[in-house]
């Protein structure tokens, strides 16, 4: 019965934690050691909250995690970061973030069912949106969790087609309009949730949990 479960890898994208290197628009609040900081802080509780997804069990779906590293988690910017066994780490390919997302999700669907591609920089992203993405799959082509500055935090697919990744001006206000509007040029369905906020600029901040800062 088990064997019969639809398999959905959940593929998080993410830099390793490095002064310089991630969360730049947060430096001149932060610092440049200060958003490396938050940057690890987020990237943590992300790969906990997968991790919670992953162990609970599920009469529907099984789980399996994926970080999508950068650079190659054999490099020492990563040793800070204590990955789960469970967690399968590989090494994002060359090209733009779209190139990059759709590499990894036509891979994973060649081993699943479903992939969720996921960043590290939402903490209203927890287990239980991962649940929801994961059974909307079930029933649905897509799924999103769209972000307040017009991106998106979240996205499901059962199926692939690249023209959901090219030429898509990314960290604009336009990518998820530009991605449902491709979504359903492919003729597939989606599932969405409300809006929440990631974690990208100072004002960004006071959405951060009480305590993070």
Known sequence: MTATKPRIILQLFAKAPR?????????????AAGAAALAKRM????????????????????????????????????????????????????GDLGARMATAAEQGLQRAEGIILLGSDCPAITAVSLQWAAKALLSHDSCMIPTFDGGYALLGLRCFSPHLFADIAWSTDTVASVTRQRIAECG????????????????????????WL
């Open 19 to 31: 002064a310089g290197f991630v969360k730049t628009r947060l430096i001149p609040a932060l610092g």
């Open 188 to 211: 597939m369905s989606l599932a969405e949730q409300a809006k929440v906020h990631d974690i990208d600029e100072a004002a960004d901040l006071l959405h951060l949990p009480k305590g």
């Open 43 to 94: 990237l943590e509780n992300t790969l906990a909250e997968c991790q919670r997804a992953l162990v609970q069990v599920n009469d529907d779906y099984r789980l399996a995690v994926e970080l999508w590293a950068a650079p190659d988690i054999a490099a020492p910017a990563w040793a800070a970061i204590q990955l789960p066994i469970s967690i399968k780490p590989l090494s994002q390919p060359v």
